[in-house]
């Protein structure tokens, strides 16, 4: 099995910055993504950003591409999610993912249900 536990989620006011951390723990050898996704009540989980574990590749939604970046640190089993100018539209909890090799997860890697494992979630609020 795999844990994941998410921090860093706030309230901040648009323009701001935030970083979210993840820590990762247990059989983690399997694991070729990680990502971190968002929701807000109502609708669907989206795909935010998310870093394969070997190579490094990263990719990201089109709205947040230039103000996030994804990050890992091996030695320290986190991965991270630095957000900068933050927009009211950025509100959501967000929520880490990590996921073994499939075709589909490789295809499509900011797909919420190609990923196993999942921590609990982190609010981020955006004020205007």
């Known amino acids: 099995q795999v844990q994941l536990v998410e921090s860093g989620g706030e309230s901040v006011q648009a323009g701001g910055s935030l970083r979210l951390s993840c820590i990762i723990s247990g059989r983690t050898s399997s694991i070729v993504y990680m990502g971190w996704f968002r929701q807000e009540p109502g609708k669907e989980r989206e795909g935010v950003a998310a870093i394969r574990t070997f190579t490094g590749r990263t990719v990201y939604t089109d709205s947040v591409k230039g103000r996030f970046t994804i990050s890992r640190d091996d030695v320290k089993n986190t991965m991270y999610l630095q957000m900068n100018s933050l927009k009211p539209e950025d509100t959501a909890m967000y929520s880490c993912?990590?996921?073994?090799?499939?075709?589909?997860?490789?295809?499509?890697?900011?797909?919420?249900?190609?990923?196993?494992?999942w921590g609990q979630g982190t609010q981020v609020t955006v004020s205007s």
């Open positions: 993912a990590a996921g073994s090799w499939t075709d589909r997860l490789r295809l499509q890697p900011l797909s919420a249900s190609n990923y196993n494992y």
